[in-house]
């Protein structure tokens, strides 16, 4: 199971890392990023393998939010299935 994962804000030292240690500490399995960083703005998409996480989705996105909260960032994840649906007619 995959979520995507977008990150938008300010550019600061260790978005990613924070980003990705929270990934890390959930056992969800980050496999393809881009970055950006627009005007000073720092946008980031994240594909992730949510099936092995050791916590709940809910509580992903919790952590998440939390994380960019710390660095000044929006983070948001949204199951790959809803991407799909959007795009499916």
């Known amino acids: 199971m995959k979520a995507v994962v977008t990150v938008v804000g300010k550019d600061t030292v260790g ?13 969800v399995n980050v496999e393809e990023v881009t970055q950006s960083i627009l005007a000073g703005t720092f946008a980031m998409i994240m594909v992730v393998d949510i099936a092995a996480s050791t916590v709940e989705f809910d ?11 710390e660095k000044g960032v929006d983070v948001k994840v949204t199951r790959q299935e809803l991407y799909d649906a959007m795009h499916h007619i």
Do not use: D, P, S, T
Request: net charge neutral; aromatic share 0%; with cysteine.
């Open 59 to 69: 509580e992903l996105q919790r952590r998440l939010a939390a994380a960019g909260e």
């Open 15 to 27: 978005i990613l890392a924070k980003v990705a240690g929270v990934c890390a500490e959930a056992n």
